[in-house]
């Protein structure tokens, strides 16, 4: 029972993780109808910056922060990349991929092949029905429930989300209301960068990162954001819940080596499903 316990707030925190991911994704895909394969490098340079601003004496809230919005700057230039020209969708699909691949060559470059990590809250664990868990899942849950009840105000609230919102569903119209729509588009990918860039200064105390962590973790934030056909955030927090706990059991039960396996097949299960239904909409 402890076991399952553990596994279950563990599974629930990496979720969390993966839910701010998928988010990202979400919200990029909306507005630009770009699949952003990059989103695995905004964790990556998350967690990298932290690292490297902390090494420099700075304050660990202060790092993490000061990373956020570095990696949301980092955004922007991808999506100023991806974006900018009229650009065919299946192209700046490509250029995603190459953006993360350029993405992996600097973060070799800069900090090198060796995991990195760093310490998260400071304090003892604390025990939940007899299971140890670690203070940083707290870190992880208080934080991603704030960035999602923002997101929820921000969106249902104000003109900008409003704003963002039209541009998702309907461009054309959005434009003719004098929205941005081009500007919103690098809005989205800044919010998918700092996102990103949060979900890797959540999960490198936990778990090293590396130079290529991006493709697992863009592979789980994709399949978690697939779970809404990249529409729904809200069903992106399910899916990234969902693998989240899965990987998790996965990985207690079985072993750690598998849990990128079954995210792949979990993924495949997700996009016959997402087709088969697609089809089944059509013939309707």
Known sequence: MTAFVEYLLTGVSRGLVFALLAMGFVFIYRVTRVVNFAQGAFAVFGGFITYSLLRAGMPQGISELLAVIAVALIGLVFGIITIVGEIPLLASLVITIGLSILSEAIGMLIWGTTPITYSGLAGHDFVIFGAFIQ???????????????????????????????????????????GINV???????????????????????????????????????GFAAAIVGGLASPGLAV??????????QFVAGYWSPSNETAVALALLVVLLLWQSRWVRLGGLE
Do not use: H, W
Not at 142 to 147: C, E, F, Q
Not at 149 to 173: D, E, I
Not at 238 to 247: R, S, T, W
């Open 238 to 247: 399910v899916g990234g819940l969902v693998f989240g706990i899965v990987e």
């Open 135 to 177: 203070r940083q899942y707290l870190i992880i849950g208080i934080a991603s429930l704030a960035v999602f009840v923002g997101l929820v105000y921000v969106f249902g609230r104000t003109y900008f989300g409003k704003a963002m919102s039209a541009c998702a569903s309907n461009p054309y119209a959005a434009t003719l209301s």
């Open 182 to 220: 081009k500007r919103m588009g690098f809005i989205a990918f800044m919010l998918g960068g700092a996102l990103g860039g949060l979900a890797g200064v959540l999960i490198t105390p936990l778990s090293p990162i590396t130079y290529n962590a991006d493709v697992s973790l863009a592979i789980t």
